[in-house]
């Protein structure tokens, strides 16, 4: 089982950056993929990107794809998303998550473990 906790988030101007980190414990981090999905109000939560476990592979919602970047630090069982050129439309919720299944795996139900979240505000 994993504990994912994260920060990071806050208040920026359109065309800012912010970068997030999503702490995981355990001891055995390298075996989940990662993802970032967000929730804006009154939205359903929705995929932004993911990291598999074993090459790091990445892949993007269209939206974020060019302005976001997701990686992984095994050694501090840590995963980040650095987002730029942000856009009042990124406003939302930030969750990360895990799970021990591999592959692109996009959906929330593939996702076994999530952190409590964290607010990203775009202010235009």
């Known amino acids: 089982q994993v504990q994912l906790v994260e920060s990071g988030g806050g208040l920026v101007q359109a065309g800012g950056s912010l970068r997030l980190s999503c702490a995981a414990s355990?001891?055995?981090?390298?075996?989940?993929?990662n993802a970032w999905f967000r929730q804006a109000p009154g939205k359903e939560r929705e995929f932004v990107a993911t990291?598999?476990?074993?090459?790091?592979?990445?892949y993007y919602a269209y939206s974020v794809k060019g302005r976001f970047t997701v990686s992984r630090d095994n050694a501090k069982n840590t995963v980040y998303l650095q987002m730029t050129s942000l856009k009042p439309e990124d406003t939302a919720v930030y969750y990360c998550a895990a799970t021990l299944k591999n592959g692109i795996l996009t959906s929330t139900q593939t996702y076994d473990y999530w952190g409590q979240g964290t607010q990203v505000t775009v202010s235009s």
């Open positions: 355990g001891r055995t981090f390298s075996t989940y993929a």
């Open positions: 990291i598999t476990k074993s090459l790091g592979n990445t």
